[in-house]
C-alpha cells in the first residue's frame, strides 16, 4: 500500500527528555512537512523539506528538529528546549513541491509530557 | 498577513439534513483551495483542491464553491449521515516559494441521529 506513516501513535515524554517521532512515505515525494495541531488552532507548521539532505524552518520551529537523510524518511526530534510539547504531531507530504497537488498525511502522532 | 477564518466554529445537525460550512482568507498569492476532513485522533484527508479559475466542485455528497473575488469558500454537505462527524478544514495555497499551506482551525460538525 503506498501512503505515509507515522509512529508512534501515542508518545509519552518526562520533562527534559527528547524525543523523535517518526515519518516514513513511500508514495516517491519529494517534500514532506511536519506540523502541530493544537486544540481550537489550525495546523502550525514546525519544518519543511523540498528534497533530501535539505530542511529549512516553518513558523514554529524553536526546539524542534528533523533530518532528512532519505527520501522516504522525516523524522522529527522534540528536544527539551519546547517548552511546551503537548500536541498531536501530523506530518505530510506532497509532489511536486507546488501547485493544486495534493498533501497526503499520517495518522499523526499524540505526545503528551508527564 | 496571510490567514484563514472558518465559521461556525461548531455545528450540529440531525442526520438527513443538509448544512453548509464557510471559509474566508486573505492570502495572498493566492493558488489553491482545498478542503479536508479529520476524524478524531487522525490525519486529514483531502476532499477537494480548487485553483482560482474553478467556481465548484463535487466530491460526492460534498460540493465546494470558491468565489475568488470575495475570496470566500464553502463547503455544502447534502444528506448527512453519521460518519460525517468530523472536522472539516479549509487550507489556503500562496502561491511562489514552496507554495505555503494556511490552515484554518476548522469547524467541528457533529451529526446526531
Known amino acids: 500500500d503506498g501512503g505515509i506513516t507515522q509512529s508512534p501513535k501515542y508518545l509519552f515524554r518526562k520533562e527534559g527528555q527528547n524525543v523523535t517521532l517518526s515519518c516514513e512515505q513511500n508514495?516517491?515525494?519529494?517534500?514532506m512537512y511536519w506540523y502541530r495541531q493544537d486544540p481550537g488552532q489550525g495546523l502550525r507548521l514546525i519544518y519543511y523539506?523540498?528534497?533530501?539532505?535539505?530542511?529549512q524552518k516553518g513558523d514554529i520551529a524553536e526546539g524542534y528538529s528533523v533530518s532528512r537523510e532519505k527520501k522516504e524518511s522525516f523524522p522529527l526530534t522534540v528536544t527539551s528546549a519546547q517548552k511546551n510539547p503537548t500536541a498531536f504531531y501530523l506530518c505530510?507530504?506532497?509532489?511536486?513541491?507546488?501547485?493544486?497537488?495534493?498533501?497526503?498525511f499520517g495518522q499523526g502522532t499524540r505526545l503528551t509530557v508527564v | 498577513k496571510n490567514q484563514v477564518e472558518q465559521s461556525p466554529q461548531s455545528l450540529i445537525i440531525l442526520e438527513g439534513k443538509n448544512c453548509t460550512l464557510q471559509?474566508?482568507?486573505?492570502?495572498?498569492?493566492?493558488?489553491?483551495l482545498r478542503w479536508y476532513k479529520q476524524d478524531t485522533g487522525r490525519g486529514p484527508v483531502s476532499l477537494t483542491i480548487?485553483?482560482?479559475?474553478?467556481n465548484t466542485k463535487s466530491n460526492g455528497r460534498y460540493t465546494a464553491t470558491l468565489d475568488a473575488d470575495t475570496k470566500q469558500s464553502s463547503l455544502h454537505i447534502t444528506a448527512s449521515q453519521l460518519s460525517d462527524s468530523a472536522s472539516y478544514i479549509c487550507?489556503?495555497?500562496?502561491?511562489?516559494?514552496?507554495?505555503?499551506?494556511?490552515f484554518g482551525a476548522g469547524t467541528r460538525l457533529a451529526v446526531h441521529p
Open positions: 480548487m485553483t482560482f479559475s474553478e
Open positions: 487550507v489556503v495555497s500562496a502561491s511562489g516559494g514552496y507554495n505555503k499551506l494556511i
Open positions: 523539506s523540498q528534497i533530501v539532505n535539505d530542511f
Open positions: 508514495l516517491n515525494h519529494d517534500a
Open positions: 471559509c474566508n482568507y486573505t492570502v495572498s498569492p493566492f493558488s489553491n
Open positions: 505530510a507530504s506532497r509532489a511536486p513541491s507546488g501547485g493544486a497537488t495534493e498533501a497526503f
